[in-house]
Every structure is written in structure tokens, then in C-alpha cells.
């Protein structure tokens, strides 16, 4: 789910079931972790809910999660936490904690050898870096994003923008050609 949405880990770890319907996610909360609680707040920008597209890859992956964790819902019966609808959530329904996610994260890319640093939070810039480079529109990325305005998204994404002046040279014949009078 983060790499299929560019989602900050503490969304994704907020997500209920309800805020999945007809192939979207719609963020509207984060899920925080201090040393001595958990604790459900706004999102970072915290002006509205954030519909997302999933990719079908992603909604395929939830489909099957949900029946595993369903069946951890009949282990638990009524001990099981349905009253919070967590997507992602321990086997009997709470909150997973955000640091221990990163922690297992980043010890299964050790493991699997991948570069030094590389994290959960790597997904989130992975995703808008192949959506800029594929061309998508930079407001299109920091609405999915969620960033407060695009200069941020401009501002972390720039690698993924810079080296498209050749593209934007054609584009410019291709929309001179179509706009330019007949003589």
C-alpha cells in the first residue's frame, strides 16, 4: 500500500476498512507513536480527506490480506478489535506501532542486500519520483502526495523533474504544429 500510493507510513497504519471503497483509499487520519501511547490523529497537512486511486495490484493484495485477517478475527472472536477496522493491525485487532513497521522494514531490505538507508519511507519517495519521471503532472503527484503545495513536491521531487528539457523541446514542436495557421 505505500509503494502502491506514496502514503507516509503513519496513514497507511491509520487506514480502517471503511476508508477503502470502489478501488480508492481516502486518507483522512495518521496513526503517532510516543513513548507511551498511540494515538490516532489529522494527517500532516491536515486540511481535508485525501482520496487515492489504487493501482489493482494493490487492491488485489488488500482483497487477500483481508482474508487473512479475517481469520484471525474468528481466533479472537470477541477478544478481536473490530471496533477499529484497521486495515493493518495486530492479530487481534490494535494498532500496529509505527516504529517497530519501520524497524522490521528496514530489516528485511538488510537482508535482502538492498542499498544502505534504503526504508519504508523509501516507497513514498519511489512512487513520486516514477510518477514525475513517467510524466504525470507535478499537481496531479502532490495532491496523491499530499504535500501543502507543489513547491514542496517541487522541492523533494526535483531529481525526478530535471533532465526533460529534450521532452519539452518535442512537446513544444508537436503543440506548434497543431496551433500553428495554415498557409
Not at 55 to 70: K, M
Not at 97 to 104: C, G, H, I, R, T
Request: hydrophobic share 35%; net charge positive; with cysteine.
Amino acid at each position: 500500500v505505500c509503494a502502491g500510493t506514496g502514503a507516509r507510513r503513519g496513514e497507511v497504519l491509520a487506514l480502517r476498512w471503511s476508508d477503502l471503497e470502489d478501488g480508492r483509499v481516502v486518507i483522512t487520519r495518521s496513526l503517532t507513536q510516543t513513548k507511551t501511547v498511540l494515538e490516532f490523529k489529522g494527517t500532516k497537512t491536515e486540511d481535508s480527506a485525501r482520496p487515492v486511486s489504487l493501482p489493482r495490484s494493490t487492491v488485489i493484495a488488500l482483497e487477500a490480506h483481508r482474508e487473512q485477517q479475517n481469520e484471525f478475527r474468528q481466533q479472537f472472536g470477541s477478544d478481536y478489535r473490530v471496533d477499529l477496522d484497521l486495515i493493518f493491525a495486530n492479530p487481534d485487532g490494535t494498532p500496529l506501532k509505527p516504529d517497530s513497521v519501520s524497524a522490521s522494514v528496514s530489516a528485511l531490505c538488510r537482508r535482502l542486500k538492498l542499498p544502505k538507508g534504503v526504508s519504508l519511507h523509501t516507497l513514498r519517495h519511489s512512487h513520486g519520483s516514477h510518477l514525475l519521471a513517467a510524466g504525470m503532472e507535478i499537481t496531479a503527484v502532490s495532491e496523491r502526495l499530499g504535500h501543502s503545495s507543489i513547491r514542496v513536491t517541487a522541492d523533494v521531487y526535483s531529481h525526478a523533474i530535471r533532465g526533460r528539457d529534450d521532452e519539452a523541446a518535442r512537446r513544444w514542436d508537436e503543440f506548434q504544429k497543431r496551433n500553428s495557421p495554415v498557409t
